[in-house]
């Protein structure tokens, strides 16, 4: 009995030896052998927020690892499954495993990803572009003044306020040394002015309107874009505007009043602001609409400045902030609302 113990002893030991060292090879092919030789360039995307599991599924996929199972091991034994970067990668499938996870955790990524919301001014998106180190606020400021730059591109007005379209943009890193100038700004501001047109062409498929409809949409969707964060009311705001115009009635809409302010508005619109008529985009005291857009728009603040839904409303006013508002055809009606929402404010 006690030498069948021992033989037993013996052949689980040596199985164990053999998977140990079956692991071992495993690991050391997995670690030292690239999928493809030679290998291929390949850009790859990391999501922000993405997992793990999830970024090693995707490596197997485009053949820059050969197990994603393994790639997670690494990761997880090399205590860097946390620290992987978003951004898109210039990858090989022909690097190892440890070179690929050293790219993505410490690497510098092939395109810088930038997201810029709808309704920033001008000087907010240069400011995020500053930031992402795609290039200097001063020479973005500078570019987007350009009458060249606005000539090219075909912008009726003295800047590119409104045609900065917001959006997420992958935009090539710049090289180790490489100085932020003017032709960068200009590049990065091109980039964003060609999106704006090629979105609107879902407004106008037939082509490009004709330069008092662009002003008068570009201005009216800037508008309709700081009013509301509501899609779907946004046509119904648009046709406020539409039918204050229509009667000659003043536009009074603080959005454009708290841009003629600029850079310099501390976040409190007073009743010396309103009565201001220095101020051109003061629409309390000067007809029509101001002489610009006043931020960037997405295009469903477009489609609501070219088809602004047809009623009767002339006033609206939150129901709540940030939330939706009311409608309303008469002045009393608005006072009415206007009362609602003070009282909901208190609440």
Request: glycine share 8%; proline share 6%.
């Amino acid at each position: 009995m006690l030498k069948l113990l021992v033989k037993v002893l013996c052949v689980l030991v040596l199985m164990a030896a053999c998977a140990a060292g079956w692991g071992v090879w495993e690991a050391k092919r997995f670690l030292e052998t690239p999928p493809a030789r030679p290998g291929q360039e390949v850009y790859f995307d990391v999501a922000p927020g993405a997992t793990l599991a999830r970024i090693a599924r995707q490596l197997e996929e485009k053949g820059i690892v050969a197990d994603e199972f393994k790639f997670r091991l690494l990761a997880r034994w090399k205590k860097q499954s946390s620290k992987l970067q978003a951004g898109r990668f210039l990858l090989s499938t022909g690097w190892t495993p440890e070179k690929v996870l050293d790219s993505l955790v410490n690497g510098k990524p092939a395109f810088t990803r930038i997201t810029i919301p709808e309704g920033l001014a001008w000087w907010q998106t240069a400011a995020l572009i500053e930031e992402s180190g795609m290039a200097k606020a001063s020479d973005f400021a500078e570019v987007i003044r350009d009458p060249e730059f606005l000539r090219h591109y075909g912008i009726p007005f003295e800047t590119a306020e409104g045609f900065l379209m917001p959006d997420t943009y992958l935009l090539k890193t710049l090289l180790e040394g490489q100085p932020l100038d003017r032709a960068q700004a200009r590049a990065v501001a091109g980039r964003m002015v060609d999106n704006f047109w090629r979105k609107a062409q879902e407004v106008w498929p037939s082509g490009k309107p004709s330069r008092d409809e662009l002003k008068t949409a570009v201005i009216l969707a800037s508008i309709v874009e700081k009013e509301t964060a509501i899609a779907a009311e946004r046509p119904r705001v648009a046709g406020v505007y539409a039918n204050r115009l229509a009667k000659g009635m003043l536009l009074q809409a603080d959005p454009t009043v708290i841009y003629g302010l600029g850079q310099s508005f501390n976040g409190n619109l007073t009743k010396a602001n309103l009565q201001d008529p220095r101020n051109l985009y003061n629409t309390y005291k000067l007809p029509g609409l101001p002489p610009t857009p006043i931020c960037s728009f997405g295009v469903s603040a477009l489609k609501a400045a070219v088809h602004p839904e047809k009623h009767e409303f002339l006033y609206f006013v939150a129901v709540t902030d940030g939330g939706s508002h009311a409608f309303s055809k008469t002045l009393q009606e608005h006072n009415q609302a206007v009362r609602g929402y003070l009282q909901n404010r208190k609440k």
